[in-house]
């Protein structure tokens, strides 16, 4: 009578755990549906009279890429509203290939959303995504993959080799890409000075520090990339030596006024 009671007691706990297992398979399945619903843009979820939409489409080899930004027309009154959603979308005919989608995206007293300030190279699309103090360099290379970096707006070198781009966060930093072989080749973050622009004198390239008080008359801190040993190199050299470098072509930087969700007004 005790095992009968025993076996009872079993079968009823693991019909409770089936039941549970079950619900919470449910409740999963639910949840993702949602997000997935929400990461694929509908017109219909965003009237015009409510939203302002951005709509900015590109052509990568065999591949669509489609940039949709929407913001409130009129100002959230609770800070729980989205200010700014994105979807990056990379297609081939019908079928997705890549795709990234921001369900806020806050200005946090600079810029919001991405922008694309040109194309310097026929092989990618290059876009630059401010705001959430978590700037990105974004890469969608000939595969269709979208790449993400820490970064924002960037540089590219005269011969389409190196893209540089200075984090547009909280922390000072930068990030270096091969264009010729399409991955990440530098990285460092948590520099103490911020930075300005990008040259190259002869076969080396550095980045100008913005100056500060202890910056002597005449005179510039610069960092110069190794990329061998994987560092820069700190050094103060003469007003003379900058301006004979090369200033390396600027994109999505310094030309923001204002920038709200990818909209430049």
Known sequence: MQNGNLIANIK??????????????????????????NSFYNPKDYPDAKYSVKIDTFSLKAFKVELVQVKLKAEPLDNNSAYCRIWLTVKSGNTVIDKLFFPECHATGGCSGIFADGQPSKDYVILSKFGDNSGQLIIIDSAGKIQTYPGGGYAVSDDLKYLFSVHESNAVGVTVFDLSKNKMIFLMSQLKS??????????????????????????????????????????????????????LKAYNRYNFAPCNCGQKK
Do not use: H, P, W
């Open 194 to 247: 911020d930075l300005a622009d990008f040259y190259r004198s002869g076969n080396k390239y550095f980045v100008v520090e913005i100056d500060d008080d202890a910056t002597n008359e005449n005179q510039t801190n610069i960092f110069t990339f190794d990329f061998a040993m994987g560092y820069m190199i700190k050094s103060t050299v003469n007003d003379q030596y900058v301006e004979k470098a090369i200033r």
């Open 12 to 37: 009823e706990k693991s019909s409770m755990k089936l039941q549970t297992t079950i619900i919470l398979v449910l409740i999963s399945m639910l949840s993702f549906g949602q997000v997935d619903k």
